[in-house]
């Protein structure tokens, strides 16, 4: 076991094995790295431990076959004295250590008063022999060649100036050189900054540090004495953690300071620094009664697409404020509108209900957040409302279509339908209801059939209405919508039919028939008829048939106009109903060739015979 005295500060900077202090009443504490050893005090390394610190600029070792230079003493006191004062301790010490017990133990108890003997024979210190001043160096033995022990006249002539610890090898009173050390110890420094109580959180900085190692070494940075958690290292930054926190701001605590320990370690060899945070502590006063503030509860509800309205619940909150303070709700994170609050309920808006039937935005969930405020106070909840999304299978409208009795065709558009399926599948239809056949699907349209438009026509069954309903089906989904088509009833009038006769240019005249029509009321009302689009004159009425006016002979002979056709067209009315029908005079054009003129003479029925000038 290796022991030293020191009567300047020292700093340990790395230890391995077990080594202790012991000061001037006998007091006995382990060492760890970064703990200063204070003037007066007692080193003492176990077996085969080795201990590295500070004193003054340089560095040292101590432990097996090591030394360090010993303060000025008095010349008066050998070295054989100071070794003989300390052997049966330090012996019994050394044991006690070696067989496990506490070598605390083995101290007497501290005497009040003086200071201890030089001589160890009194002193409370169980007889350690504390040394304040010494003029000469000693080298405890490092296994080489060494030379004798000083003699006393020369321990008094040695240099009064000497200032470094004293290391004393119990097992030989002869002097060696220092072992050097093989590797070189790394170097940390701290920088603390003083706090504030009630300003600081798990982000504040009470410290930051540097380190270097000489040979280059990675180091690895720990904090030393922080038992309750307080501190957290950040990069180079020390920090508060939350348990410090809570510390300085504990009125109970009332932490004035926290001490911050680092330690640097490089190849097994370990430096540390230390420093005191300064805490501000601020007069709190009287603490007012704590206003708890509301708390709020959330629980949404499962939605459905396609089953959803403005009545739809999303979701359902409670709240409470302990002082009863009144409370007042507001939605958060509602951007888009979709959400309204309706009492302690929140529903979708118009806005929500076609966002979620919306198959292009395809939502499958609602977050509702809402917020309770009270007395100033806020609280939140938020939970999330699931939306089952479902194939919501085709859509189909349909739309009829007015018709008129004796004004419909197996044309006569009924009805109309649109259809549209969100999933873009493939999509077919049917009539529903259509029992009778008097419909039938063309298309995106409903027509009548031959059987519909006799049944619109038929006074005996004088129809209202025709009910159309028109079924979509898509990927075994379907749709079907109705709407009734209003039949109007009305006096059929009369009919016409024109017939048409084919022209040859050059052969017509005014008495030239172009059309003949035949004309009925089914009422029997008077009938009167009337040429329609006759805009250039060139026909006329003649009892049931069409002739050409003179402009109309001229026309139809006039080359330059070089008429194909005449369309003929007459109207017939009847007690105000009217009819019409028309068809087209072919006109086949011809070479005139010589030209003739005719002049007819008039004859009257029953006064001619064979022998009667029709014409010159």
Same mark, same amino acid.
């Given at each position: 076991?290796?022991?030293?005295?020191?009567?300047?500060?020292?700093?340990?900077?790395?230890?391995?094995?077990?080594?202790?202090?012991?000061?001037?009443?006998?007091?006995?504490?382990?060492?760890?790295?970064?703990?200063?050893?204070?003037?007066?005090?007692?080193? +003492?390394?176990?077996?085969?431990?080795?201990?590295?610190?500070?004193?003054?600029?340089?560095?040292?070792?101590?432990?097996?076959?090591?030394?360090?230079?010993?303060?000025?003493?008095?010349?008066?006191?050998?070295?054989?004295?100071? =070794?003989?004062?300390?052997?049966?301790?330090?012996?019994?010490?050394?044991?006690?250590?070696?067989?496990?017990?506490?070598?605390?133990?083995? &101290?007497?108890?501290?005497?009040?008063?003086?200071?201890?003997?030089?001589?160890?024979?009194?002193?409370?210190?169980?007889?350690?022999?504390?040394?304040?001043?010494?003029?000469?160096?000693?080298?405890?033995?490092?296994?080489?060649?060494?030379?004798?022990?000083?003699?006393?006249?020369? /321990?008094? $002539?040695?240099?009064?100036?000497?200032?470094?610890?004293?290391?004393?090898? =119990?097992?030989?009173?002869?002097?060696?050189?220092?072992?050097?050390?093989?590797?070189?110890?790394?170097?940390?420094? /701290?920088?603390?900054?003083? +706090?504030?109580?009630?300003?600081?959180?798990?982000?504040?900085?009470?410290?930051?540090?540097?380190?270097?190692?000489?040979? #280059?070494?990675?180091?690895?940075?720990?904090?030393?004495?922080?038992?309750?958690? &307080?501190?957290?290292?950040?990069?180079?930054?020390?920090?508060?953690?939350?348990? *410090?926190?809570?510390?300085?701001?504990?009125?109970?605590?009332?932490?004035?300071?926290?001490?911050?320990?680092?330690?640097?370690?490089?190849? *097994?060899?370990?430096?540390?620094?230390?420093?005191?945070?300064?805490?501000?502590?601020?007069?709190?006063?009287?603490?007012?009664?704590?206003?708890?503030?509301?708390?709020?509860?959330?629980?949404?509800?499962?939605?459905?697409e396609e089953s959803v309205s403005t009545n739809t619940v999303v979701a359902n909150f409670?709240?409470?404020?302990?002082?009863?303070?009144?409370?007042?709700?507001?939605?958060?994170?509602? #951007?888009?509108?979709?959400?309204?609050?309706?009492?302690?309920?929140?529903?979708?808006?118009?806005?929500g209900v076609a966002a979620v039937n919306n198959d292009q935005l395809n939502l499958s969930?609602?977050?509702?957040?809402v917020e309770v405020t009270a007395n100033g106070k806020t609280a939140s909840d938020s939970?999330?409302?699931?939306?089952?999304?479902?194939?919501?299978?085709?859509?189909?409208?349909?739309?009829?279509?007015?018709?008129?009795?004796?004004?419909?065709?197996?044309?006569?558009?009924?009805?109309?339908?649109?259809?549209?399926?969100?999933?873009?599948?493939?999509?077919?239809?049917?009539?529903?209801?259509?029992?009778?056949?008097?419909?039938?699907?063309?298309?995106?349209?409903?027509?009548?059939?031959?059987? #519909?438009?006799?049944?619109?026509?038929?006074?005996?069954?004088?129809?209202?209405?025709?009910?159309?309903?028109?079924?979509?089906?898509?990927?075994?989904?379907?749709?079907?919508?109705?709407?009734?088509?209003?039949?109007?009833?009305?006096?059929?009038?009369?009919?016409?039919?024109?017939?048409?006769?084919?022209?040859?240019?050059?052969?017509?005249?005014?008495?030239?028939?172009?059309?003949?029509?035949?004309?009925?009321?089914?009422?029997?009302?008077?009938?009167?008829?009337?040429?329609?689009?006759?805009? $250039?004159?060139?026909?006329?009425?003649?009892?049931?048939?069409?002739?050409?006016?003179?402009?109309?002979?001229?026309?139809?002979?006039?080359?330059?106009?070089?008429?194909?056709?005449?369309?003929?067209?007459?109207?017939?009315?009847?007690?105000?109903?009217?009819?019409?029908?028309?068809?087209?005079?072919?006109?086949?054009?011809?070479?005139? *060739?010589?030209?003739?003129?005719?002049?007819?003479?008039?004859?009257?029925?029953?006064?001619?015979?064979?022998?009667?000038?029709?014409?010159?």
């Amino acid at each position: 076991m290796e022991q030293s005295i020191a009567t300047s500060s020292a700093t340990i900077v790395s230890i391995q094995g077990q080594a202790f202090a012991v000061d001037a009443q006998g007091n006995i504490r382990p060492l760890q790295a970064g703990d200063t050893i204070a003037p007066g005090e007692l080193i +003492i390394t176990s077996q085969g431990a080795q201990l590295g610190f500070y004193y003054g600029d340089d560095q040292y070792v101590l432990g097996d076959n090591s030394a360090t230079q010993l303060p000025e003493f008095d010349p008066s006191q050998t070295l054989s004295q100071l =070794n003989a004062a300390n052997d049966l301790d330090v012996e019994a010490l050394q044991q006690a250590i070696l067989e496990g017990a506490d070598p605390t133990e083995l &101290f007497e108890a501290t005497a009040a008063g003086g200071a201890p003997a030089g001589d160890g024979s009194s002193a409370g210190n169980g007889g350690f022999v504390t040394i304040e001043r010494i003029g000469v160096e000693t080298i405890a033995q490092a296994g080489f060649d060494t030379q004798p022990p000083a003699t006393n006249s020369e /321990l008094a $002539d040695t240099d009064n100036e000497a200032t470094e610890p004293l290391a004393i090898n =119990n097992s030989s009173n002869e002097p060696t050189p220092p072992a050097p050390s093989p590797d070189q110890v790394p170097t940390v420094s /701290l920088s603390v900054q003083a +706090i504030t109580e009630g300003a600081v959180d798990t982000d504040t900085v009470v410290a930051t540090f540097s380190s270097s190692d000489p040979d #280059g070494d990675e180091i690895i940075h720990s904090l030393v004495n922080d038992p309750q958690g &307080f501190f957290v290292i950040d990069g180079n930054e020390i920090k508060l953690t939350e348990a *410090g926190v809570a510390a300085v701001n504990d009125d109970q605590l009332n932490l004035t300071s926290l001490n911050i320990t680092i330690q640097a370690e490089a190849n *097994g060899l370990t430096a540390s620094d230390s420093a005191d945070v300064s805490i501000a502590r601020t007069d709190d006063g009287v603490t007012p009664p704590v206003d708890q503030g509301p708390s709020i509860s959330v629980t949404a509800e499962t939605l459905t697409e396609e089953s959803v309205s403005t009545n739809t619940v999303v979701a359902n909150f409670t709240s409470s404020d302990p002082e009863g303070d009144a409370q007042t709700y507001a939605l958060l994170n509602n #951007g888009d509108g979709y959400l309204v609050l309706d009492g302690n309920q929140v529903k979708l808006t118009d806005a929500g209900v076609a966002a979620v039937n919306n198959d292009q935005l395809n939502l499958s969930e609602l977050n509702v957040s809402v917020e309770v405020t009270a007395n100033g106070k806020t609280a939140s909840d938020s939970d999330t409302s699931a939306i089952t999304r479902v194939d919501e299978g085709p859509s189909i409208s349909v739309t009829a279509e007015a018709v008129t009795e004796e004004s419909v065709s197996t044309d006569t558009v009924v009805a109309n339908f649109t259809s549209s399926d969100p999933e873009g599948d493939a999509q077919t239809y049917a009539l529903l209801n259509n029992g009778d056949g008097y419909l039938v699907l063309d298309g995106n349209q409903v027509k009548l059939t031959d059987a #519909g438009v006799a049944a619109v026509n038929n006074d005996q069954l004088n129809l209202s209405e025709l009910n159309v309903s028109v079924e979509v089906t898509a990927n075994g989904k379907t749709a079907s919508d109705s709407d009734t088509a209003a039949i109007t009833r009305v006096d059929e009038g009369p009919s016409i039919s024109v017939t048409a006769e084919t022209l040859t240019e050059e052969s017509v005249s005014t008495d030239t028939v172009v059309a003949n029509f035949t004309s009925s009321d089914p009422e029997g009302d008077a009938q009167t008829y009337a040429l329609l689009n006759n805009g $250039d004159g060139y026909l006329v009425l003649d009892g049931n048939q069409v002739k050409l006016t003179d402009a109309g002979v001229a026309a139809v002979n006039n080359d330059t106009l070089n008429l194909s056709e005449l369309n003929i067209s007459v109207e017939v009315t009847a007690n105000g109903k009217t009819a019409s029908d028309s068809d087209t005079a072919a006109i086949t054009r011809v070479d005139e *060739g010589p030209s003739i003129s005719v002049t007819a003479e008039a004859v009257t029925e029953e006064s001619v015979s064979a022998d009667t000038v029709v014409a010159n």
